[in-house]
């Protein structure tokens, strides 16, 4: 099925499901553990041995010589693999870091040999017994370097207007720098897959992974076999955020054990390879410039940033948005991503714009105060409704002022603190602060299978649930279509032999992954409509209504299976307008007047993002997002051994992240919207809205509850403490 342009009024503008809030269909498995994670799939074969990971201690060199005799002799051992034994393994497109094979070392933690054991316990002591001999070459790891030294020499990614003039010609400017830190994934499931290829011809996957389709592909590639020797299974992920979109070791090391020792092999990587051999987000450094005329009309933005990666990477391009989120006659944006040899950075949740915003809404905040504006006014008068680069070029929906708006109204922003350090409660320093978010609508083509079987429904498609709620959405979908409950469908997602959908990534999953469910419905729809030779039925309460026409779903097939599917193709007349989802944060923070700790008292997000599918699950997502967004300004960094060049603070004991007890109190809003260029539904993603700007936000409130202006994540009480106010 082809989306060509904007849909007009359909049922989904009259639903009795899609956009009613529903209790996640998976939750029940979930919370009483019979949700089959990666690692925990037992039953699916049969003998599983038990693999564990050695890895390179050092970040840049070769290995020139391992002796793994000991291990191999070691008890309840069946089998070791080493680097040295096996040429490099193919790269896929979206591996920067190699895998495995071969004696080149590119980063610390690289895996370099799999021991295979009848126990966990004795493959990790086995591992321990391998003799490992490096020639260690030096290695790039400081990224403040890096920054001294090349910082305004990359090519603009865009330059528009006349930027020089407008700073020379403007009666106020800001001009800072800012500073993001790296950031790991950090979600609950670690990277595990089990692997049967014990015969080395058909290789079955059971692993936790967002996209199916890529790393299906990617598989094919390192191992160079024939795509369809291989089955990828994973129906339940225990968190993502974008570290699973890519084919990791722990795949690669169980396949290559399971065809050594002629066995499945179950791996899973312990938490230091989470931090040091899979990805994260990389740390940035971002120069902001902005000018405004004396009403506040801003009249250019010069934003530069460097980031750190692989040689071969992209890093973390945090000036993108600031190409289209204001209005500015002017403005010029680069980015330099640095060859380093620390670990693989790529996609972490809200990539870009997430350490971008970090930086732009302080900016902004900094702008309002010299401009003596209310934060929220100077953003609504530099609001956009087309491209600033390209005036031609409209939004298909933004709601980005009425986001300020309600945010403000329903926050009590008007009762705010406005002297920076006037308010206290006993000890506390009380403040508040906002900021508004950007993340681009992308969607991508997506298929779906529909079995009707009675007056139960099937729905089979290679999309994931990240712990997002997309078998709930889903089944929304195909109910809403087909005129049925949300008891009578049956969603099974995450196999590589259902037709290929969109994955979950990028904010596209939802809004692309019910789309194709869409089309797959209306192309049984069609089906049924031929077997009855009727025109144009009505698909309600159960039933296949049409002029004469009244019968149950359960009732027309006497027995039989009806199957269609289809994909949604998604056109592009989408290039002509720009589509994003937008918000308006607000936080409110307490500082302690004496130490500077940092705590978050209330939040909320207003949000613009199209039809909302399921209110509860949306939430679920911007909720997580926020608290994604707390971690970020307060506590979450990786610290890096400029040195030895790994992440120092590898685990979940010294890498904190936020938790419940560390925001009491959040409120979301969802703007009644529904925009009609993003899918037929009318639906955008929001899963990464939410973490996009809270970082600024928390500043903000920072910096209102004290006067101390922080511009380097995360803001830990000791980048403030000698500056706090002085206390009577």
């Given amino acids: 099925m082809d989306f060509n342009q904007p849909t007009e009024d359909n049922l989904f503008d009259r639903a009795r499901i899609i956009g009613k809030p529903h209790a996640r269909i998976d939750g029940i498995l979930k919370v009483t553990g019979r949700a089959p994670y990666a690692y925990e799939r037992h039953d699916v074969v049969a003998n599983q041995k038990v693999g564990y990971p050695l890895c390179a201690t050092i970040a840049n060199g070769r290995v020139t010589h391992m002796d793994a005799s000991a291990a191999r002799g070691a008890p309840g051992v069946v089998s070791v693999v080493t680097t040295l034994e096996i040429e490099p393994l193919g790269r896929a497109k ?16 690289q895996a370099i040999a799999v021991v295979v054991a009848d126990t966990l316990e004795q493959a990790r002591s086995a591992t321990a017994l391998i003799k490992v001999s490096y020639e260690e070459a030096p290695g790039v790891f400081d990224l ?15 330059d528009v207007g006349d930027v020089d003039a407008a700073f020379a010609a403007a009666p106020v400017t ?11 994934h950090a979600m609950m499931e670690p990277h595990a897959s089990i692997v049967d290829w014990s015969d080395g011809q058909q290789m079955t996957v059971w692993t936790s992974n967002q996209m199916i389709a890529w790393t299906h592909k990617a598989l094919a590639t390192t191992f160079n076999i024939e795509p369809d020797t291989i089955r990828l299974e994973s129906p339940y992920v225990g968190g993502g955020f974008g ?17 050594a020792c002629g ?24 120069r902001l410039r902005i000018a405004a005329n004396a009403q506040g009309k801003i009249t250019a933005f010069d934003h530069s940033a460097v980031s750190h990666t692989l040689p071969g990477g992209s890093g973390e391009n945090p000036v993108n948005q600031t190409r289209t989120f204001y209005a500015a006659e002017s403005r010029r944006v680069s980015h330099q991503a640095i060859d380093m040899n620390l670990p693989e950075s790529a996609d972490m949740r809200a990539p870009g714009e997430a350490s971008g915003l970090a930086a732009l809404e302080i900016a902004m905040d900094e702008m309002a105060e010299k401009l003596g504006m209310d934060p929220v006014e100077f953003r609504i008068l530099n609001d956009t409704q087309v491209d600033p680069e390209d005036a031609s070029k409209p939004f298909s929906e933004r709601h980005f002022v009425e986001c300020l708006r309600q945010g403000a109204d329903a926050f009590g922003w008007e009762a705010r603190n406005r002297t920076p350090g006037a308010m206290r409660e006993g000890q506390w320093l009380i403040g508040h602060g906002m900021a508004g978010a950007y993340r681009g609508a992308l969607t991508l083509n997506s298929g779906a299978r529909v079995r009707l079987q009675g007056g139960r429904l099937i729905v089979e498609t290679d999309m994931t649930d990240i712990g997002t709620g997309s078998y709930t959405i889903i089944a929304q979908t195909a109910a809403e279509t087909m005129g049925l409950e949300l008891a009578d469908v049956e969603v099974r997602l995450g196999n590589s032999d259902y037709p290929v959908s969109s994955g979950s990534g990028g904010q596209f999953g939802a809004a692309s992954a019910t789309a ?25 309460n159960r039933r296949v209504v049409a002029d004469a026409t009244d019968l149950a779903l359960a009732d027309i097939l006497d027995g039989e299976e009806l199957v269609a599917e289809d994909t949604m193709h998604f056109g592009d007349f989408q290039d002509s307008m720009q589509m994003g989802t937008f918000a308006a944060h607000f936080v409110e923070v307490a500082v302690h007047a004496h130490t500077g700790e940092t705590r978050v008292r209330r939040m909320l997000a207003a949000c613009d993002a199209g039809r909302i599918l399921n209110p509860i699950t949306a939430r679920s997502q911007v909720l997580g997002g926020m608290t994604m967004g707390v971690g970020a300004a307060l506590m979450e960094g990786l610290t890096a051994d400029l040195e030895r060049g790994f992440f120092v603070n590898h685990d979940l004991a010294s890498y904190e992240v936020a938790v419940h007890a560390d925001i009491p109190q959040q409120e979301i809003i969802f703007l009644d919207t529904a925009d009609a260029a993003s899918t037929p539904l009318k639906a955008k993603g929001v899963g990464e809205l939410g973490i996009c700007g809270v970082p600024a936000a928390v500043a903000n409130a920072i910096y209102n509850a004290t006067g101390v202006r922080l511009r380097e994540y995360p803001m830990t009480l000791d980048r403030m403490i000698d500056q706090l106010p002085e206390v009577s």
């Avoid at 800001?174 to 790991?184: K, L, M």
């Fill in 174 to 184: 800001v001009d800072e720098i800012y500073r993001t830190a790296s950031q790991s």
């Fill in 263 to 286: 066995h499945p092999v179950k791996l899973a990587l312990p938490r230091p390879m989470v931090f040091n051999n899979t990805t994260h987000r990389s740390g940035t450094i971002q």
């Fill in 243 to 259: 570290g699973k979109l890519w084919l990791r070791a722990d795949a690669v090391l169980a396949a290559l054990g399971s065809r």
């Fill in 144 to 158: 403040e370097a890096a920054w001294e030294r090349l910082q305004g020499t990359g090519e603009p990614l865009a």
């Fill in 94 to 109: 979206s591996n920067d870091a190699r895998l495995f094979g071969g004696d080149v070392i590119e980063h610390y933690h």
């Fill in 516 to 540: 194709g469910v869409y089309a797959a419905c209306l192309a049984l729809q069609a089906l049924i409509a031929k077997r009855l030779n009727l025109d144009t039925p009505r698909f309600e």
